[in-house]
């Protein structure tokens, strides 16, 4: 059985800087990576990272954050600096399994920023 357990959210002055952390098991994952959704808007990919380190960040993130993982202990990491009031959403864990590509999702995690 798959379990995400998410963790490092909070409330964050605008410039400082949170780091969450997801960690998974009971599958192997291909990409592992976290997606946000602000009040009243869509949910979009903030950054992923396949098994082999080869990332994807959303241009709104890039030189702000960086995600990594640890493949032996099937973790992701997102480390947020310079946040701004705009980063405010849920965070949510997404890990996708190796051998056939399903989605799973953490609980999400509230990322606050004031200004």
């Known amino acids: 059985q798959v379990q995400l357990v998410e963790s490092g959210g909070g409330l964050v002055q605008a410039g400082g800087s949170l780091r969450l952390s997801c960690a998974a098991s009971g599958s192997i994952f291909r990409s592992m990576g976290w997606y946000r959704q602000a009040p009243g808007k869509q949910r979009e990919l903030v950054a992923a990272?396949?098994?082999?380190?080869?990332?994807n960040y959303a241009d709104s993130v890039k030189g702000r954050f960086t995600i990594s993982r640890d493949n032996a202990k099937n973790t992701v990491y997102l480390q947020m600096n310079s946040l701004k009031s705009e980063d405010t959403a849920v965070y949510y864990c997404?890990?996708?399994?190796?051998?056939?590509?399903?989605?799973?999702w953490g609980q999400g995690t509230q990322v606050t920023v004031s200004s």
């Open positions: 997404n890990c996708k399994v190796l051998i056939n590509d399903y989605d799973y």
């Open positions: 990272i396949t098994r082999g380190g080869i990332t």
